[in-house]
């Protein structure tokens, strides 16, 4: 069983470079939405539907090309970067978030998580990315 040590000592820290803009929908624009994912194409968007709102996480050039498409859509006030954590997470490990997120928090980095199947990653006020990225860096190298 991996453990949070062996997946953070193999964890590889990095962003795309890329603007993303968080964006909140109101629950009937879920189709809108998936459209618009569906003819991205690109390799990082986010969409989530929960009982009160839709969330589409998609580069600011992509929000800008399709924002005629997403009327309704409320923008967050600041773009993020995409934070990769890249190492295979096993779906038992616990605790991974946990030992990442205090350090940030101590650098006063603000965190949007976000997991896939087998590795997270986290969404970064554009103007912490490199904070961010040091930060975490040096919390590996002290493991």
Do not use: W
């Not at 309704?72 to 190492?87: E, F």
């Amino acid at each position: 069983m991996q453990t949070v040590q062996q997946a953070l000592r193999a964890a590889q820290f990095y962003t795309d470079g890329i603007d993303y803009q968080l964006l909140q929908l109101p629950r009937g624009a879920v189709m809108a939405a998936a459209g618009v994912v569906a003819e991205i194409g690109e390799p990082f968007c986010a969409l989530l539907v929960d009982k009160d709102e839709v969330s589409l996480i998609i580069s600011v050039e992509a929000y800008e090309h399709f924002a005629g498409r997403l009327k309704n859509a409320v923008p967050s006030d600041h773009p993020y970067r995409l934070l990769t954590v890249d190492v295979v997470l096993d779906s038992a490990l616990v605790g991974f978030m946990a030992a990442l997120t205090p350090a940030l928090a101590q650098a006063g980095i603000s965190v949007i998580p976000l997991g896939a199947y087998s590795r997270d990653h986290l969404l970064i006020p554009a103007h912490h990315i490199e904070i961010a990225l040091a930060t975490l860096k040096q919390l590996q190298s002290s493991c």
